[in-house]
């Protein structure tokens, strides 16, 4: 039994423990203190990824380890880490100290490292429930707040039935293959169509994608903003490395290629169109985040491992950018009385021309305009789908892009070309959300400039 | 020698980044008159050093950017790119010079020019898709925050409108991009976005089509021709001067040359069955927008219709087929662009003065301000293609090549020329004579006026020199590009 394979693991799992007796003995008195060790525990675990010889398995096959699913590992540490480092100032501001925050994120991470590295579908229920229940926990958690409340419950709802539907799911594919474990079938019949189904809804819903979106936009608007930035990106990551690995099996079934393309293009036209609607800016990134879920959907229709290259440096840099602007907005949430209003947000520019600058910045990547890192994702999964045949769902694509950079571009001119009403004291990002801001920033630029460090690392 | 192209490129954006970081208006200034300054002396010293008699490109660097994709950092010129670099370089000093009296957030404004200064240097030096894409882009986000944030009333509108637009162009430029490289793997087992590498390529003629139309569609926003010309007049009403300018003479050629450098030789089958197309819609362009001209009383929106009159001669001559009228159109990017700047200037200090630019308020100004009324004559009449001036030459090249295929289309574009006289001559008189139209109020009022500054003065004297150089002594700027017009050309 080979125990490095599950090394960061081990080390996320001691860092939970230590985080928890902290609390357990200081209480809220260690909060700040806590959230430091909890962002340095999966830096650590970052580091322990290169003591990791791949590929291999362990544990009765449960665990393997390869290239492509140690990047995934080591983008999801990076994020949880500057996530965890940015949050303390902004639920003190919010007079909402959980001594539990810091550790929730990281069993989460600890459940979405464990998807990552796993063949098995017991075994990924497993993890992903891990997850779940911790951001199910982690979006209520502010205090005295009813709507936080109410999105906790709305996803929990949620995300119980996508947590039915996979256990469905798994059990049809059990019935049909004989296995757990996610290997090639060529054959077709009606019980292995229905776990395809049930699969793609249940993790449809996780990746809010068109009929399962309902939920983004009121947890956005509810959740902490910390909170939205992690529950955005990282399990939306892990979650585009399991369908890179579905779609290997699913996509020889013929209905694989409808299905998949009619959710993408309705979640992003829907999106699109929906988030014109939109008065809050949290809403307007629910419906971004529903759209970008079309965008990629569209990557996953065929098995091509261009396409799903281009997939995963889209998601990875992404990510980054969510995490990026949800930060500042976590920074400008800390003033009182600040809504997400867009009428927030107008004359941004004039109080803080930096963090105007950066969101605007994050904006822009959004829009796909180079050199941001997103643009060289959707030129890749252009490419892709041109090189498959696909080229009506490629214009579908520049369509959409089209129409979305006109909410983006909304809140630009709210920031940068009207004049404020509300006079709201000056925004300060505290040195955790600076790190946060600073890092997602660079990752943007950097990889735009320089994609090939990580399109060299997503090998097969 | 090697890197004085890839210097000329990036120097701009490092001084915006110093312009960001040192944040001191003088400092700002001087830096950016400077970096304009040097930029412009080693486009020269490259164009003085360019083989007049080598087809292939000159002073190209390349190197491996994102092997994966087949990208590289792949910059050469050839004598079109040469003569509209040193155009970029040139207007971009005028406009800095201009704007020296800027108030309102002067380093923002300069750091905004000096990136959008980086993208157009890029967009004509670029021999990579992928590259050339990236600048083509990184132009949006300064403009947008030129028109929005130093613009006048509408400028929201503005802004929205131009970045749309292009937005859309772009888009359909990359769909184009993306279906020509993928042939381009698909034929030879390589993925590659490199230019040369596609131009030895010969694609199939529905390709030729379908990428011909793509990038068409990119290419005609941006020109603007009829009928996506809408966002121009908005976006240069609204503009601040040094801004209107940079557009006219600069961002307006990029589509141009787009045609000439990608769809020309790339598609050269598609170029020759749809010319009609682009011949119908530049007529329109030409015959139509001056109209539109002259009914206008809002004199930067007159000149803006004007722009598009003229931008339609070249995509004429661009697609005559012939080698004089490609020169004359390559020619007259040049001509125009130095043409059009001197009449937004003159507009903008009008503005400047008497804070308007509708017709009605103007009048009799050439007695008050008298040195302004002759750069302006000078100015409209290198537009209107006035022999001895930079308009002239490739007007006259446009019409004499395009005759020889086509001699009724020709002499339809030749009405646009009759035209363009009398919607600038219309309103020269408006603003500068018909004194006893103008109230007693105004009169008194404009005995105040002042008359042009020094750096009005140096850039006025700046486009006029290089007006007269280019229409007295055309033949090292003809000459220049002959061989990029036979290589376009297949000869």
């Keep these: ?460 | 020698m090697e890197h004085l192209l890839s210097a000329a490129i990036f120097m701009p954006l490092l001084s915006a980044l110093l312009v960001g970081i040192v944040r001191n208006e003088k400092f700002t200034k001087l830096i950016s008159i400077a970096t304009a300054l040097v930029v412009f002396i080693i486009t020269l010293y490259l164009f003085l050093n360019f083989d007049w008699n080598i087809k292939d490109f000159q002073f190209v660097s390349k190197y491996t950017w994102i092997p994966q994709l087949g990208i590289s950092y792949h910059i050469g010129v050839d004598g079109m790119a040469l003569s509209l670099l040193l155009l970029t370089s040139f207007m971009f000093l005028v406009a800095f010079i201009w704007s020296l009296k800027i108030e309102d957030r002067p380093n923002l404004y300069y750091a905004l020019f000096l990136g959008l200064f980086t993208a157009c240097m890029g967009v004509f030096s670029a021999l990579d898709f992928f590259l050339f894409y990236l600048f083509w882009e990184g132009m949006l986000i300064p403009m947008y925050f030129i028109i929005g944030l130093w613009g006048h009333d509408r400028k929201v509108y503005a802004a929205n409108k131009f970045f749309v637009y292009t937005f859309f162009g772009s888009l359909f430029l990359l769909l184009g991009v993306a279906s020509i490289v993928v042939y381009g793997y698909l034929v030879s087992g390589q993925i590659s976005f490199d230019y040369m590498f596609h131009k030895n390529l010969s694609y199939p003629f529905w390709l030729q089509t379908l990428a011909f139309f793509l990038f068409g569609i990119g290419f005609a926003v941006k020109i603007p021709m009829w009928p996506v010309h809408t966002w121009l007049p908005d976006a240069h009403v609204e503009a601040p001067t040094a801004g209107s300018v940079i557009l006219a003479a600069v961002l307006l050629k990029m589509g141009t040359y787009g045609f000439v450098r990608y769809s020309l030789p790339l598609f050269p089958e598609a170029s020759k069955e749809y010319v009609y197309i682009i011949f119908v819609l530049s007529l329109i362009a030409i015959i139509y927008t001056a109209m539109m001209a002259i009914a206008q009383t809002h004199i930067k929106r007159l000149i803006a219709y004007s722009s598009i009159s003229h931008m339609g001669l070249v995509t004429l001559g661009t697609f005559a087929s012939n080698p004089d009228a490609l020169n004359g159109a390559i020619f007259m990017m040049v001509g125009h662009g130095i043409s059009s700047a001197a009449l937004f200037m003159a507009a903008g200090f009008i503005y400047d003065r008497i804070h308007s630019y509708h017709m009605d308020d103007l009048g009799g100004l050439a007695k008050y301000i008298p040195n302004l009324a002759v750069f302006f004559m000078i100015a409209g009449l290198t537009s209107i293609g006035f022999p001895g001036l930079a308009g002239f030459v490739g007007e006259f090249l446009i019409l004499l090549g395009t005759f020889e295929k086509f001699p009724v289309w020709a002499f339809i574009a030749g009405i646009g020329m009759i035209l363009s006289a009398a919607y600038f001559l219309y309103m020269y008189k408006k603003v500068m004579f018909e004194e006893e139209t103008i109230s007693d109020y105004r009169r008194e009022k404009w005995k105040k006026l002042k008359d042009i500054e020094k750096h009005h003065w140096v850039s006025f004297v700046l486009v006029t020199i290089a007006s007269l150089l280019l229409g007295l002594y055309p033949f090292p700027f003809v000459k220049v590009m002959e061989q990029t017009t036979k290589y376009v050309l297949g000869g």
């Excluded at chain 1, 423990?17 to 675990?45: C, H, M, Q, T, Y």
């Excluded at chain 1, 290997?248 to 169109?273: C, D, E, G, H, P």
């Excluded at chain 1, 963090?355 to 890192?373: D, T």
């Design chain 1, 1 to 460: 039994m080979d125990f490095t394979l599950i090394l960061p693991e081990i080390i996320l799992f001691i860092g939970i423990l230590l985080i928890f007796f902290l609390d357990l003995f200081f209480e809220e008195k260690s909060f700040k203190f806590n959230v430091f060790i909890g962002g340095l525990v999966p830096i650590a675990a970052l580091i322990s990824l290169f003591f990791i010889n791949y590929p291999s398995t362990t544990l009765y096959n449960m665990v393997y380890v390869d290239g492509l699913n140690l990047l995934g590992k080591g983008v999801i540490y990076i994020i949880s880490s500057i996530v965890i480092f940015s949050l303390y100032d902004y639920f003190e501001k919010k007079r909402s100290v959980f001594g539990e925050i810091p550790y929730l994120v990281l069993t989460s991470t600890l459940g979405l490292s464990l998807l990552l590295s796993s063949n098995n579908l017991g075994m990924i229920f497993m993890s992903l429930e891990l997850s779940s229940i911790s951001i199910y926990i982690l979006v209520g958690m502010l205090k005295k707040d009813y709507l936080s409340k109410e999105g906790a419950f709305k996803y929990l709802i949620m995300g119980s039935l996508a947590t039915a539907t996979f256990a469905i799911g798994t059990a049809f594919y059990y019935a049909s293959t004989g296995t757990m474990f996610i290997k090639e079938y060529m054959q077709e019949n009606s019980l292995f169509m229905l776990s395809m189904f049930f699969l793609l809804s249940a993790l449809a819903l996780k990746i809010s994608a068109f009929p399962f979106h309902m939920w983004t936009p009121d947890v956005y608007e509810s959740a902490p903003t910390p909170i939205v930035s992690y529950l955005a990106t990282v399990p939306k990551i892990v979650l585009y490395f399991l369908l890179a690995k579905l779609v290997f099996i699913f996509s020889y079934t013929k209905a694989w290629l409808v299905l998949v393309s009619v959710i993408a293009l309705a979640s992003m036209f829907y999106a699109n169109f929906a988030a014109y609607a939109q008065t809050s800016f949290q809403r307007i990134w629910g419906y971004s985040s529903i759209a970008h879920a079309g965008y990629f959907l569209l990557a996953l229709t065929v098995a091509k491992k261009e396409l799903i290259n281009a997939l995963l440096f889209y998601v990875i840099v992404y990510s980054f950018a969510t995490v990026g602007a949800f930060t500042i907005m976590a920074a400008l949430e800390k003033r009182q009385g600040f809504t997400h209003h867009l009428l927030d947000y107008r004359g941004l520019y004039k109080d803080n021309p930096g963090m105007a600058a950066l969101l605007a910045l994050f904006l822009f990547a959004f829009i796909g305009i180079p050199p941001m890192a997103l643009f060289v994702g959707k030129l890749g999964i252009l490419m892709g789908l041109v090189q498959s045949n696909l080229t009506p769902l490629a214009i579908a694509f520049v369509i959409a892009s089209i129409i979305s950079a006109g909410y983006y571009l909304k809140v630009i001119v709210y920031m940068f070309l009207e004049e404020g009403e509300r006079k709201f004291t000056p925004a300060k990002a505290s040195a955790g959300e600076s790190i946060a801001i600073l890092v997602s920033a660079l990752a943007v630029i950097l990889l735009g400039i320089f994609p090939n460090i990580v399109l060299s690392l997503l090998k097969w």
